[in-house]
């Protein structure tokens, strides 16, 4: 989706001990014995897939991921896959991963995924995943924002509002959901309110200047 902007995160230096023994935990019922120290590997695995996500490392995460895949397939790794796919722009591959997980407990991420994908087609149904994802997962401040913004660009901007100002009050700094916002306060010609939300979050004149005139953009037919 437009003007999405993805936060970078810092990755910490990871020294993993190649010689240690695996940890295993045994029981007198015959349970299966857990490999622990596999666990972690994977858990300190997903972490560095996730930083590279962040840091828009989109081949490097896929290489990670079909890594861990040939050995300890998951449904949290087939999620990171669809999330990695679909910024590169593999729509069709990153829908279905997504629908591969509906029903799972990564059912609103899928949910999220599948809106974004349609955004760039058919805002109708996007609109309809997007809100899914939220009823899902209300407090999630990102849900809120796409769904607010997918709104706000169908022209639905009554709807739009109470998603967006969700957004920015579950998440302040959040500069893209404010910035939306924004631009939805003018697009509805609430210029008070507009330029108190900027004035309270610091934003400079040129800043809202740059603002009204990306609201001018969305408000053009299409």
């Known amino acids: 989706m437009r003007q999405r902007v993805v936060a970078a995160s810092v990755l910490a230096a990871v020294t993993m001990a190649g010689c240690a023994m695996p940890t295993r935990n045994s029981s007198a019922t015959g349970e299966p014995l857990r490999d622990v120290n596999a666990e972690s590997n994977g858990e300190v695995h997903t972490d560095l897939i996730r930083a590279m996500l962040a840091k828009q490392q989109y081949y490097a995460a896929l290489a990670h ?72 997962r209300p407090t999630d401040a990102l849900f809120r924002n796409d769904l607010g913004y997918a709104l706000m660009v169908s022209g639905r901007y009554r709807e739009a509002l109470p998603e967006l100002a969700t957004a920015v009050e579950l998440d302040q700094s959040n500069t893209l959901g404010r910035n939306n916002l924004i631009m939805l306060l003018l697009l509805t010609h609430d210029e008070a309110r507009a330029k108190q939300v900027a004035s309270d979050s610091g934003v400079s004149d040129e800043q809202l200047a740059g603002l009204r005139r990306q609201a001018q953009t969305l408000a053009k037919p299409r």
């Open 65 to 136: 991921i079909q890594d861990q895949q040939r050995v300890r397939p998951t449904r949290e790794l087939k999620l990171l896959e669809a999330e990695a796919r679909r910024r590169l722009g593999q729509g069709a591959a990153a829908d279905k991963l997504y629908r591969d997980l509906l029903g799972t407990e990564y059912d609103a991420d899928a949910e999220h995924g599948i809106g974004l994908i349609a955004a760039g087609s058919d805002l109708k149904s996007a609109v309809q995943h997007l809100r899914s994802a939220v009823q899902r």
